[in-house]
């Protein structure tokens, strides 16, 4: 069961490749009504419907929040993923009835800043779409620098050039173009708040750096919707419940559980939000923590585990669900 | 040490250095024992990137135990409403990696912070430690006038004139104590006066 957040019957209204491995979807309201607000930064949470399987992706808005009229999302192909963006690429048509959450904003702008400065990493454009349209609506400062592998996948780039002119920096890896994010980090004047989308890698050095560098933790904001990762199935014993499942290899912990007729509380998927974090009753084996909510020492303790995106491996596990 | 009462209610820790580039510390009387704790667990080379602005107060105590320290800028101060303008100038001029150290009477504190917050520090990134007076900035919510130095319970608005309780109501914005009249249905009852924040 989603917290807080009910669901959207929508109609996809358009689907627009956007490069080799990118496509955007556009969702209307069936009704014809306007979509509730947003801010940006925020997510939808996508029901997949694909046979058998219901796949549950979240993907950023990055259309303007001023437009409410449709959303759109944009999805990377991951052909050695779980399958929930080929099943985007292939299977969905404008006209196809899907069901989406309402919008969750796990990434916001700091609107005390006295500057914004962005940094992007590939398909992590996405949230800064959104934010940079509300930004320049309200006349905010702000910069993104945006870092992807080719001009041709530099998804949106021209979009923001066009748009932001110089706030606009782009970095290429295949001209070997480098963020000097030392320099960049120690020549931002004070009350400027830094955000990251990108790979983990990039999230990780960029929040290493900038601790290093004097930046208060309250100033620097990451989100990585971290996909299940596949592993070796397990079992699982759910105390409170009183059932025993198993995990499949290409099934997340949550989706198992929530398989097994168990609705535990969830919004993002993505071990950021914390809201699907479970008790560990006992165990013995193994975990695989991926999520960005406990802490390293949470992770320690083997007491908790992020069921969206964390794996087991071992002989016993038990979950208080 | 300040009580914690209610949730608005000042919590003040203890400075501790942090990873940055500039550190800037403001202190007044014996906020100054706080910079030279602090420096007996900094790291090599921390002070050549502190400034250091004091309002020692008469007698000019712990002036020459600051200087001892050997901050990169060292500034004296004769009172905070005097070094307001450099202040701001130096937080308009920062750039991110500037941490700030408050250290002294809450006054101070409080009025420091009121200063950065406008210059888009956030308040739970700055390091604080409370010494000496206990002494509070009080607000009359009637006619909005500040009182400084306040020690008593109930305590008199140097403004309307009225009888104020003091309350650990804080404001971060007004950097003061809320002060509401303590007698408001009959002025004629006087309750007696304690002397209570030394």
Redesign the interface.
């Known amino acids: 069961m989603s917290t807080g957040t009910t669901k959207l019957d929508v109609v996809v209204s358009d689907v627009v490749p956007v490069n080799d491995l990118v496509t955007r979807f556009h969702f209307r309201r069936r009704d014809g009504e306007l979509l509730p607000t947003f801010s940006g930064g925020a997510h939808v949470v996508v029901e997949m419907r694909d046979g058998e399987r219901t796949r549950l992706n979240p993907y950023s808005l990055m259309g303007s929040p001023l437009n409410t009229s449709e959303y759109t999302i944009s999805v990377r192909r991951d052909d050695v993923g779980r399958g929930g963006s080929l099943f985007m690429h292939r299977s969905v048509k404008p006209g196809l009835e899907m069901v989406i959450s309402y919008p969750v904003n796990l990434f916001s702008l700091d609107l005390?800043?006295?500057k914004h400065l962005m940094l992007a990493g590939g398909i992590g454009i996405t949230p800064f779409m959104a934010q940079t349209a509300q930004l320049a609506a309200e006349g905010g400062n702000f910069e993104l620098h945006y870092t992807c592998r080719t001009a041709s996948l530099g998804t949106y780039a021209d979009v923001l050039r066009e748009r932001y002119d110089r706030r606009i920096r782009l970095y290429h890896d295949d001209r070997d173009e480098r963020i000097d994010l030392d320099r960049l980090?120690?020549?931002?004047?004070?009350?400027?708040h830094l955000y990251v989308c990108g790979p983990s890698g990039m999230i990780g050095w960029v929040r290493d750096r900038a601790?290093?560098?004097?930046?208060?933790?309250?100033?620097v904001h990451f989100e990585h919707f971290a996909a299940p990762q596949p592993g070796a199935p397990f079992d699982v014993t759910l105390a409170v419940t009183g059932k025993t499942i198993r995990v499949d290899e290409q099934q997340s912990l949550l989706e198992a559980i929530e398989a097994a007729g168990v609705d535990p509380p969830y919004l993002c998927r993505g071990g950021v939000c914390g809201q699907c974090e479970t008790n560990v009753i006992s165990h013995d084996g193994k975990f695989i923590h991926n999520d960005h909510w406990l802490s390293e020492e949470d992770h320690r303790s083997g007491c908790k585990i992020m069921p969206c995106v964390s794996r087991f491996e071992g002989r016993s596990l038990v979950l208080e669900r | 040490m300040a009580a914690k009462s209610i949730i608005s209610r000042p919590v003040y820790g203890t400075l501790s250095p942090q990873p940055g580039k500039h550190h800037l510390f403001i202190a007044d009387a014996e906020g100054a024992l706080a910079i030279i704790d602090m420096a007996k667990t900094a790291p090599a080379g921390f002070f050549d990137g502190v400034e250091i602005v004091f309002i020692p107060g008469s007698g000019r105590k712990h002036v020459a135990a600051l200087e001892a320290l050997r901050p990169a800028q060292f500034h004296e101060a004769p009172s905070f409403a005097s070094l307001l303008p450099r202040l701001k100038q130096t937080l308009a001029n920062a750039h991110m990696g500037l941490r700030l150290y408050l250290a002294g009477t809450e006054g101070l504190i409080g009025q420091a912070m009121q200063v950065a917050l406008e210059a888009g520090i956030d308040h739970t990134s700055i390091q604080t430690e409370h010494r000496g007076s206990l002494a509070r900035r009080m607000q009359c919510v009637h006619c909005k006038g500040i009182t400084e130095n306040v020690t008593t319970q109930p305590a008199t608005c140097s403004h309307c004139g009225l009888l104020l309780l003091v309350r650990d109501h804080y404001s971060r914005r007004l950097a003061a104590f809320q002060g509401v009249c303590i007698n408001a249905e009959d002025r004629s009852e006087i309750p007696p006066m304690e002397e209570i924040f030394r």
């Open positions: 005390r800043a006295k980090l120690s020549s931002q004047p004070l009350g400027t601790a290093a560098l004097g930046w208060p933790s309250e100033t």
